[in-house]
């Protein structure tokens, strides 16, 4: 039997950094992946979705160029090229990580795994692994849609569609949570008619009721079909998607596309591989019950990632792998902060949160306020032909402390990283108000929204009492 410090299952984001970070730790590790380093977020996630919206925002940048006074010509995309193109990005980026688990001594084994008892994991290759711990960074796959037709032919989840090498010429989405959204903006931005369906009488429910509002309100401008409160009842061929509004049951209307995108959220990857006989508790849906470092309820196993489900981004599931790995070298660790990581939308326009969101603070008793900066009032933007957005913060009001940070704009999931870094340095508005930010920048959207919340702000009209 091989014998190792430390069993890491699952190659994704999670995974993948937690058996380098063991090994670093002075470790003996072994990571087993049974499909493609990467997981999730490099192969079928966040970078060929964002290669593929960035092969789109290019196609719509140039069509609509004339406005910066440049004439493109005639413009075309191809649709095929740009999968070819996201899908070489996945392979450079997956031989880099194949590359770094073997420089820092990682033993990567390409086999499907399950846990035999606490001490040993079992390869479908038939090698047996001894491990004195154990992580479990298996991720997570589509939901599948519990209704008649959601088996037809081009009735897609997102991995299935982001390995499509046509490109549809209509679509209907089923979820207007992150995934529906991007892909929504993914083709809308090429032309090509886009409904969306959702239950909830909100696209992206978990964000702030402004920016939610605001999102509403942009995508019929960008040619998508926005359909809130609507249950969807049955798939027909053709495609024909059969919805009923909540409340109104008996009117059944349909929305039809060449392809269905069901994108109605994500389920662990925990059944059936021997979690269960070795006594790990999952909460109803199967998701991984952990503590704060990843720990699991059996000793010396522990979950990351979205296998624990606590927040499903791969830069959460990566810090996660961090703690745990740290954890089991016996390594003084500190608990992540979930109220300071940031999430994003890659919409048009972007969208990005840090923390609370106005109504979770009233909702928790705190002493809030607000205060918004357009970007109308921020040059770079508007050199941009982007001004379209806001910078929202939601701070309390006794400390100046910053419960929540919300924008929709250009460069939004890039910005966030700044208000996550002055919340984790316990900064408060004031702090931010006086940071000298350099200019024109979309940067300084963030300086001057404090400003608002603090009262200075010399590029707003002034509040009228
Ligand atoms: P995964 O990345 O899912 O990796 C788990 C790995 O475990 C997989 O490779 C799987 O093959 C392997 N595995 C499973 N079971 C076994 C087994 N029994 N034996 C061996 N191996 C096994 N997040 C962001 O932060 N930003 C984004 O922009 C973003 N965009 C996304 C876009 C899409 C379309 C999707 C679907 C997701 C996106 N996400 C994004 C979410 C992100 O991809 C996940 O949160 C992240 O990949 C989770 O990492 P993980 O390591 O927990 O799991």
């Given at each position: 039997m091989l014998k190792y410090d430390a069993a890491v299952i699952g190659g994704g984001p999670g995974g993948y950094e937690c058996a380098i970070r063991l090994s670093q730790n002075g470790l003996k590790t072994a990571l087993i992946e049974k499909d493609e380093l990467g997981g999730t977020c490099l192969n079928r996630g966040c970078i060929p979705t964002k290669a593929l919206l960035h092969s789109a925002e290019i196609y719509h940048s140039a069509k609509n160029a004339s406005e910066f006074g440049i004439n493109a010509g005639e413009i075309r995309f191809n649709y095929g090229a740009m999968v070819e193109n996201s899908q070489k990005i996945s392979t450079r980026l997956r031989g880099g990580i194949a590359s770094l688990e073997k420089s820092h001594g990682v033993t990567v084994y390409k086999s499907r795994a399950s846990v035999k008892n606490r001490e040993t994991v079992l390869l479908d290759t038939g090698e047996e692994l001894q491990c004195g711990h154990l992580v479990i960074a298996t991720g997570s796959s589509p939901a599948r849609l519990p209704v008649p037709g959601a088996d037809l032919p081009n009735v897609l989840d997102s991995t299935s569609l982001l390995a499509m090498t046509e490109c549809p010429r209509d679509i209907v989405i089923i979820g207007a949570g992150v995934i529906g959204i991007e892909f929504a903006t993914l083709y809308s931005r090429l032309g090509i008619p886009v409904t969306v369906i959702e239950m909830q009488d909100r696209a992206l429910g978990t964000f702030d009721k402004d920016i939610t509002d605001f999102i509403e309100a942009e995508l019929p401008k960008k040619g998508v079909k926005l359909v809130l409160g609507a249950r969807v009842k049955s798939i027909e061929k053709g495609l024909k998607v059969n919805y009923s509004l909540t409340g109104d049951d008996a009117a059944t209307q349909c929305a039809e596309g060449e392809v269905v995108l069901v994108a109605g959220g994500r389920v662990p990857n925990s059944r059936g591989m021997g979690l269960e006989d070795i006594g790990v508790r999952m909460d109803r849906r199967g998701f991984v019950e952990t503590d704060g470092l990843g720990r699991t309820n059996v000793p010396g196993v522990y979950a990351i990632g979205d296998v624990g489900?606590?927040?499903?981004?791969a830069h959460v599931a990566s810090a996660q792998g961090i703690v745990a790995a740290d954890h089991i070298a016996g390594l003084p660790v500190k608990q992540i902060n979930l109220n300071h990581v940031p999430s994003g939308v890659y919409s048009d326009p972007e969208i990005s949160m840090v923390g609370m969101t106005e109504e979770r603070a009233r909702g928790e008793g705190r002493d809030v306020g607000t205060g918004t900066f357009s970007l109308t009032g921020n040059g770079r933007a508007l050199t941009m032909g982007a001004a379209a957005g806001f910078v929202k913060f939601v701070y309390d009001k006794t400390t100046d402390e910053i419960l929540g940070f919300h924008m929709v704009g250009p460069g939004a999931t890039e910005l966030a990283a700044e208000i996550a870094a002055v919340m984790k340095c316990e900064g408060t508005l004031r702090e931010l108000c006086d940071t000298v930010h350099p200019h024109p920048t979309l940067s300084e959207t963030l300086m001057e929204a404090a400003r608002v919340c603090c009262g200075c702000c010399v590029n707003a009209p002034k509040p009228r009492r």
């Open positions: 489900g606590k927040m499903m981004l």
